[in-house]
């Protein structure tokens, strides 16, 4: 059953406890190497449909496998991802390239606890987070990013809880890794998401963190319930509904001051959809916050017809 978030045990304990098979699993996904890569570095796995990369794209991939100009080259790839729409099939079928970001992540695992992370490092790591969401992202990786579980990798990002800019920087990017899966609307990743508990740590980062990170975490949590099969998870319980539910009052009585349209829209969809469980439905019936039914979002939901269109249908179903 779901608890409150601060009752979870972390998942980087989770992770290292399970490494050895978590490894063997992802070897078995990770594009395998078949003999070295050609002069475009990339190996004969690949897909027919994906073509070779341009040059001076597949110039920057090779360098990631080399240490002095790693750095450089995450920066590049990541500054201009969105001129290649092919880069994911790129990166993930290039000799070495998943095990170099791979390692890139694991490599900042010790300045997590006690928080000691730089900035210069918390940027270096998110370059190649921001890489990862290509993968995350697209038709042709984005399930074996999925079966090789490279996201549990981070989850102990999003464990932590310092307000210092490099660590609300990587959990921010880390996020924007989850939110490229679960925007596709897959039964499978959302699945895999509960199954992984990442409800409980998207509820600590909406109940904690800064405008834009729950912003990302309660698009996370609406993408998981609008699946029947999350909507069930998160009321298949009281503990869990109300876990859920706290989280998001919360951040209603916070939004009240704060008037953020774009986080209160998510809001409202998350109570909206919430209520399409009869269960659910009559428990609302006594927690659903105040402000939604007295004005007070008004003047912030007159730009936005579909949020206020949500407002309306949720105060019918839950206050008939």
Sequence with gaps: PLSRPERHRPAANRILEGAQADLALMASAL???????????????KPEEVPKPPPELAAHILDLIVPEKRESALLLLSKNRE????????????????????Q??????PSLSPPMLTAPASNRVCNALALLQCVASHKLTRMRFLDARIVLYLYPFLSTSSEAKPFEYLRLTS??????????????????????????????????????????????????ILDQNGLGHVCATPERFYAVEGILRKMVTSLEKTQSARLLKHVIRCYFRLSDHTRAREALQTCIPPSFSDGTF?????????ALLWLDKLLKAVLK
């Design 31 to 45: 594009p395998a190497s078949r003999g070295p890569a050609g002069h475009d570095g990339m190996v004969s796995a």
């Design 83 to 102: 001129r290649y729409p092919d880069l994911a099939p790129y990166l993930w079928w290039s000799f070495g390239t998943m095990s170099v970001l791979l």
């Design 104 to 109: 890139e992540i694991v490599a900042i695992y």
């Design 175 to 224: 996020l924007g890794v989850i939110g490229a899966l679960v925007k596709h609307d897959d039964p499978k990743i959302v699945e895999f998401l509960i199954r992984t508990d990442i409800i409980p740590l998207s509820l600590g980062i909406m109940g904690e963190g800064t405008e834009l990170s729950q912003t990302v975490a309660v698009f996370i949590l609406e993408k998981i």
């Design 298 to 306: 008004q003047p912030v939901l007159k730009a936005d017809p579909s």
